[in-house]
């Protein structure tokens, strides 16, 4: 797999007209981004007017979790159909989080002295944040190889360069 960073564009050409695909999509969305384990459906998040806003509700053994993935999209009627523009990058907690660890190595860094790699808890800190950071772009892209699919059958689309 060849390493990208966590931003995915495509386009899909579908024969459904925007009103089926927001139908459908609908069908497939809880309206809040509040995960409730009644909830059945495969995303939470919201659709307004011909632009959405979700994340995948992942079921790992009966706990659901949503995924790191957030997934934009706009839908253009073109009149034998509709094409859906998707972009799907990190979700907003996880760039949180990645900003916590960055503040974190920065406070130990400058409570400790500076940068100086002979202090473990620096050397550890510096190490870590760009092993998480490709964890986290590897783990991105296998989620999109995953979702493209999924979101390809649900809209009847396919991959064009429009």
Request: net charge positive; charged share 20%; hydrophobic share 45%.
């Amino acid at each position: 797999m060849k390493f990208k960073l966590p931003f995915e564009y495509y386009t899909l050409l579908s024969p459904l007209s925007p009103t089926e695909i927001k139908e459908r999509l609908k069908g497939q969305t809880s309206g809040s981004f509040v995960i409730d384990a009644r909830n059945t459906k495969a995303y939470s998040g919201h659709i307004v007017n011909n632009a959405f806003l979700i994340s995948r509700i992942n079921n790992i053994r009966g706990y659901k979790k949503k995924s790191m993935m957030a997934i934009k999209g706009r839908i253009t009627d073109i009149g034998a159909g509709s094409t859906i523009s998707i972009t799907m990058t990190l979700s907003p907690f996880t760039y949180i989080v990645i900003g916590f660890i960055l503040l974190m190595l920065i406070m130990v860094t400058t409570r400790n002295g500076g940068l100086s790699f002979d202090k473990p808890v620096t050397l550890f800190g510096v190490v870590m944040l760009p092993v998480v950071f490709i964890v986290l772009c590897i783990t991105f892209q296998n989620d999109v190889q995953k979702e493209k699919p999924i979101l390809s059958k649900l809209f009847e689309g396919t991959e064009t360069d429009l």
